[in-house]
């Protein structure tokens, strides 16, 4: 199974610290600024790629020097860096990606960034959003555990129109066979009442999101 770990050129204070995921990445992708992000941890960036627009000839010198390959694209291209580096790891024929730096930036690009997890689904790959404060995850009907990891609140939300059949075990506020709808906040701030909870839907696509307030 191959895990790539893609980090793009989000706000750096928002990032986690990359170096607790050594261990469960086995491809590490820089998207432009995200190589020196990369770099400035000490982690070796199998490839490095991008327009590098938002780096200076220093930074870029820094990156060239970490980097085991480098791929440069033109600024005027149709896909953004991020999306380069997603396919990149299809081709590494990854079947978890691992998508830090994507958030806390632009608005258009963030949300961008969310939309690019349900294509990966639709493929069968397993595809997470992490920064300092989020773990953001798109998941197909079925059941699922999910435990505390010190993380404070869990949130649901429909992806889809609708998002049918939720039940939440284990939690301070359980669910039985509830429909959730795009606009509906009944599913924000939820927390379990245990280590661990379980959950499950039937219908729809489901938006997971375990986060704390970052400081």
């Keep these: 199974m191959m895990r790539v770990g893609i980090v793009g050129n989000g706000p750096k204070e928002q990032l986690p610290n990359l170096l607790t995921y050594q261990e469960e990445v086995d491809f590490w992708i820089g998207a432009d600024r995200g190589a020196l992000y990369l770099a400035e941890h000490g982690i070796t960036i199998d490839i490095a790629l991008g327009d590098f627009d938002s780096v200076t000839e220093s930074e870029y010198a820094i990156i060239e020097k970490h980097a085991e390959l480098f791929?440069?694209?033109?600024?005027?291209?149709?896909?953004?860096?991020?999306?380069?580096?997603?396919?990149?790891?299809?081709?590494k024929e990854a079947s978890e990606f691992y998508l830090f730096g994507v958030t806390g930036g632009r608005l258009d690009h963030a949300l961008m960034n969310l939309q690019l997890l349900y294509p990966l689904l639709q493929q069968?790959?397993?595809?997470?959003?992490?920064?300092?404060?989020?773990?953001?995850?798109?998941?197909?009907?079925?059941?699922?555990?999910?435990?505390?990891?010190?993380?404070?609140?869990?949130?649901?939300?429909?992806?889809?129109?609708?998002?049918?059949?939720?039940?939440?075990t284990g939690f301070v506020y359980p669910l039985e066979n509830k429909t959730i709808h795009w606009g509906s906040s009944l599913c924000i701030s939820n927390e379990l009442s245990q280590k661990k909870g379980t959950f499950s839907f039937s219908k729809g696509i489901l938006i997971l999101v375990k986060s704390y307030d970052a400081v």
């Design 71 to 91: 791929d440069k694209y033109p600024v005027m291209k149709n896909q953004t860096d991020l999306e380069i580096a997603i396919e990149m790891g299809k081709k």
């Design 124 to 168: 069968g790959k397993r595809a997470v959003i992490l920064d300092k404060g989020n773990h953001i995850e798109m998941l197909e009907p079925g059941s699922y555990s999910v435990e505390e990891e010190g993380y404070s609140y869990i949130s649901f939300l429909a992806f889809t129109p609708e998002a049918a059949g939720l039940t939440l």
